[in-house]
């Protein structure tokens, strides 16, 4: 992690801001040491990767993410699968965040639950490798498998990115620290959607925008044989979009259906 890391995670556990504990250098890569907070919370940092997460997770959780863990190394094979059972192009797809990047300036981007980067990568093809310099990629999951992949394909492309191990229901952030707030593919599995939403919404700053997308067949494909033979083979599929959690406060709210009908996707402004 880069030390200007630190001007925008907060502690997890009390929420003031964090410092370096041990090994502190003035700048360039820290590796390991150890963060703090002026109430004495102490957070390690392990390969360049703050663990902030707090409370810790529920036994629950811990499966779904040791089965992360587990299949990090052949995730994005697993992915391409869907690609010809569903007709779809998700990396394509993926590119089409490039329509919230602003034309020109800063941009601060949280992807939540970034698994293997996938979306950044998507991203750096979709503006060819140029602007990089326009980007601030930042990555929060609670799979160190996850992020420790993220890592490694990340740091050929030589984009500034941050990597933190935490957690959506608690996301170890500031208020406001994002223009654009991104989560694909968990939502349906989350304990807590509505929690997650307002996390999302917390990190991001005014008129900021927040894009979740996960499975759900839209109307129109859940009638089809097609639609049917899908939830049959996963039952992912039949989610609808959560709206009855995203938070009041979300502004200019909607909802569309992406990747042949197959992914829902939902996007609301601070
Ligand atoms: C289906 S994968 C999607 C990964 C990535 N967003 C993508 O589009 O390929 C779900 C991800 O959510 C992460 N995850 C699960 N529970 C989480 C939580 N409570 N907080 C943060 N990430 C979580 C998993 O570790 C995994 O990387
Ligand atoms: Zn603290």
Redesign the pocket.
């Known amino acids: 992690m880069k030390k200007s890391l630190l001007k925008l995670l907060r502690c997890p556990k009390c929420r003031k801001g964090l410092f370096i504990t041990e090994n502190d250098s003035e700048d360039g890569e820290i590796e390991n040491t150890t963060l703090g907070c002026e109430k004495g919370h102490t957070w390690a940092v392990k390969n360049g990767i703050p663990s902030l997460i707090f409370p810790a997770i529920t036994e629950d959780?811990a499966k779904?993410?040791a089965e992360?863990d587990e299949m990090a190394e052949n995730y994005d094979d697993l992915?391409k699968k869907y690609d010809e059972w569903l007709g779809i192009e998700l990396m394509k797809e993926r590119e089409k965040l490039a329509q919230f990047i602003p034309i020109e300036g800063p941009v601060r981007l949280l992807?939540?639950?970034?698994?293997?980067a996938?979306?950044f990568v998507a991203l750096y093809n979709a503006f060819e490798g140029k602007q990089m310099d326009r980007f601030n990629f930042h990555g929060?999951?609670?799979?160190l498998g996850?992020l420790n992949v993220s890592k490694r394909k990340m740091t050929p492309l030589g984009v500034d990115v941050s990597l933190v191990h935490?957690?959506?229901?608690n996301i170890p952030y500031k208020d406001k620290a994002f223009d654009i707030v991104n989560h694909?593919?968990?939502i349906n599995t989350?304990s807590e959607i509505g929690l997650a939403f307002s996390e999302m919404l917390r990190v991001a700053s005014p008129g900021g925008v927040v894009i979740v997308n996960d499975e759900g067949l839209s109307p129109e494909m859940r009638e089809t044989e097609m639609g049917k033979a899908i939830i049959d083979a996963n039952s992912l599929f039949a989610a609808r979009p959560p709206l009855e959690h995203i938070p009041d406060k979300a502004k200019n709210v909607e909802i569309d259906y992406i990747l042949n009908g197959t992914f829902y996707q939902i996007v609301f402004r601070k």
């Open positions: 959780d779904w993410i992360y992915v992807d939540v639950s970034v698994g293997t996938a979306n929060v999951d609670l799979s996850m935490g957690s959506v229901f694909s593919g968990g989350f």
